[in-house]
């Protein structure tokens, strides 16, 4: 990781702790490390300190959730863009050079974040002034998150350092360390997370994880390993949690209240808009003659079944303009004044376990529990039921196509299936045409990052 220097990581570990919070820090620290005696001295100090974190995660709209939300599905197959704007071209026809300041950024502040979540998980585990209770509390939530940022790290690029100091001269040399690895760091963080947050959520509006929250994401991890029967297990012990069911109609499964909700993002910019899906995806009138920057392909549109009500619930359409559909999950672009914000950014949900514990069944042989499982997310979506006949390939068949329709532009569930499936090269090739390389699966190492370290090495293609 390249080396910053300390005037530049100063204002980047300080800001995301003071958004949304109170100033808790009077004078400037030392070198390039926070003052622990302030920052970690008492609960108070640590909690105001994570909620920055989340604050920083939603706050930047050219950080990490503001570029996945958009090049993620440019990616794969799920968005097309109505002009020739060079940077949702270069993802959207997989023609990405090494020198694209937008993947620098996404680098950059991924490690960003977990430089700050080492910082604060070696200031917690130093602190004196904290109870154990406390400290094995802050320390699991900052490992959750730990854990989610390496997630999508290790999806983007492949192999990536594993960075788990605040010693920069360790984290400047690093090299990239095999996706096995990173992924068993992420396992350990994640059961650590889950043996050390609380049962109950520990804010309002599941805004912040609970142990559940952390077993969610590390069914998803144990999916993508093929640990099925891990997978099977994580996936049901939050389906018979019944802490998220019933499940909320389609209209109401975004709504910051919906029921089916793991974890979601308080929206930081609360104060003129709500969720970065719904800035980005709908048109800024949705009655006059104005095409939607990011389109749902026609392919993608038309293979939801007719009756299929996720077609007509959470995509929107602009026949004033042409014959045009966009992502319409959410349904507000902006905030209005006088209202509350309605819709949080919803990074988990029970659907994706559903889904999980289908395709984990189906490994493991129960193909009639694994129909079952489906035909929630079915049953809900206004289709008829499957019948429990059917045979194990058209059982991967019909979860394919649900998890395509049901997690559509969503946290890139849909690039990182085809990857892991191996299909990308089947699917995405007749799309990108004669631009699509096997390399393509990953994006390519930042020039930047290569320059800095001369221990990285760019990835196949690039």
Known sequence: MKKISAHIILPFLLLPMLLSCERFLEVDPPNDRLETSTVFS????????????YSDLMGTNTGFLASMI???????DELTANNSSAYALSFLTNNLLPDDRTINRIWMDLYRKIYQLNQMIEGIENSSSINDSAKHRFIGEAKFLRAFFFFYTVNYWGDVPLTLTTDYRVNEIMPRIPSE?????????????IDTLPDSYPSTEKVRPNKL?????????????????????????????????PLPTLAGTFKKESRETIWQLYPANSASQETYEGLYFIPTSLTDNVIPFYLIPDELYE?????????????????????YHFPYKYKARTKIATQEVSEYTI??????????????RTHLGDYQGAVQDL????????????????????????????????????WGHRWFDLKRTGKSEAVLKPVKGDNWQTGDMLWPIPLSQLLANPNLIQNEGY
């Open 181 to 193: 690895e990173i992924y068993g760091q992420i396992i350990r963080d994640l059961s650590d997370a």
């Open 375 to 410: 035909n929630v997310i079915r049953t809900r979506a206004g289709l008829n039921e499957l019948p429990v006949t059917l045979s194990e390939s058209e059982i991967f068949e019909a979860i394919e196509k649900e998890r395509r329709h049901e997690l559509f532009c969503e």
């Open 213 to 245: 929250a952390a077993a969610a994401l590390l069914s998803r991890v144990q999916l993508y390993l093929e640990n099925w029967q891990e997978a099977e297990s994580l996936s049901d012990r939050l389906i018979s949690s019944e802490l998220y069911l």
């Open 70 to 76: 958009q090049f993620t599905f440019l990616s794969s």
């Open 347 to 360: 990074v988990l949900r029970l659907s994706e376990q559903y889904l999980i514990r289908a395709e984990s």
């Open 42 to 53: 008492d609960s108070t100090s640590v909690a105001l300190a994570i909620s920055g974190t």
């Open 303 to 323: 293979s939801f079944e007719n009756e299929d009500e996720r077609k007509v619930q959470w995509i929107g359409s602009k026949p004033s303009a042409g014959s």
